[in-house]
């Protein structure tokens, strides 16, 4: 064992080590390396997972690549989520209605892909806040890509009405749209950003998937105090932002008597899921993988 920046164990690289890792462009600031090597030391098991920046242009010869050197399965991020949908030779059916993958593992000649982020979002509410979703109704604020696992996940929970509310009308438009094939595409509801003081009212669950209020934007929020002020007591505000803790708009939403959950969980359920995947197993050391990103993180 050494140890390392971060003064966690991580595994000795032996001849036999077998290589997971995560895409993206840029990779630098994933913490997925963090979290996925302390949980592979904590099991004590030759495995290692590291970073890989793939340009957009690089994606197809990269993945051959994968495949030629034997690489386990890996994590998808910013840009490929979509792009790598052609180059998998399976696609789970979550990760087909969102029409994005996060979760790639090989299989005899192929890859097959899937999303995870669907159970990273769900899993704080249903461990910490267990209760019946079917008479509540979810605002989202958001239309990008998590916006979409956080529908999906809306949907898997059963919520009685999910509202999504853009800022940008034709982008909202395009959003509808890219459901229509779908098995969630009657589920939800798209507003513009004006319909919001009318849905804050009605909101169990608030969730908030634009950047607003990201480290070092600390002072910003997706919703001003006064609109804030509408939340109904006893809500649920669930920011997936991490940095800073809390975000202004989880402070905001505090201040009004909600309950807050911050992005953090998700992204450790994300990548124990996708670690139970890849190492096909039924437990992986989630508590490792929550604090190996706390320190590093300084939280
Ligand atoms: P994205 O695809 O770029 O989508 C961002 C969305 O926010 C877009 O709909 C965008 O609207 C909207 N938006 C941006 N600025 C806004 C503003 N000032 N007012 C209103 N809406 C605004 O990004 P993403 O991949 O969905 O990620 C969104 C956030 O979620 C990021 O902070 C990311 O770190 C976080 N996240 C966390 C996790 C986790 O595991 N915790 C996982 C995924 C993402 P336009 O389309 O009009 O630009």
């Not at 895409?23 to 004590?44: Q, R, T, W």
């Not at 507003?191 to 669950?205: F, G, V």
């Not at 807050?260 to 996708?274: K, R, Y």
């Amino acid at each position: 064992m050494m140890h390392n920046q971060d003064n966690n164990y991580i595994q000795q690289i032996t001849g036999k080590s077998k290589l997971l890792g995560v895409i993206g462009h840029p990779i630098e600031h994933s913490l997925s390396p963090v979290m996925h090597n302390a949980a592979l030391a904590k099991l004590g098991i030759d495995y290692v997972y590291l970073p890989f920046p793939i340009a957009p242009e690089n994606l197809e010869i990269a993945i051959a690549g994968f495949a030629a050197i034997g690489v386990i399965g890996f994590s998808v991020t910013i840009p490929h989520k979509q792009a790598i949908l052609p180059l998998l030779t399976e696609i789970s059916p979550i990760a087909q209605a969102i029409g994005a993958v996060n979760t790639v593992t090989r299989q005899g000649d192929g890859w097959v892909g899937t999303n995870t982020d669907v159970e990273g979002f769900i899993a704080p509410l249903q461990t910490t806040y267990q209760q019946d979703w079917s008479q509540k109704k979810a605002v989202i604020l958001g239309n990008g890509g998590a916006a979409r696992a956080v529908v999906a996940g809306c949907v898997q929970l059963g919520l009685a009405e999910i509202h999504v509310v853009g800022r940008n009308v034709s982008k909202l438009k395009e959003f509808r749209q890219s459901w229509e094939n779908s098995i969630f595409a009657d589920k939800f509801q798209v507003h513009a950003w004006d319909e919001l003081p009318k849905l804050i009212p009605q909101a169990h669950l608030l969730v908030n998937t634009t950047p607003v209020g990201m480290y070092p934007h600390v002072d910003e929020s997706p919703l001003s105090a006064e609109e804030m002020v509408k939340l109904p007591l006893g809500a649920i505000a669930y920011d997936l932002i991490y940095i800073p803790k809390p975000t202004k708009f989880l402070h905001l939403a505090e201040k009004q008597g909600a309950i807050t959950i911050d992005g953090l969980e998700m992204l450790v359920q994300q990548g124990a899921a996708a670690l139970k995947i890849w190492l096909q197993r039924e437990n992986v050391p989630v508590e490792e993988m929550r604090q190996s990103l706390k320190n590093h993180l300084g939280l």
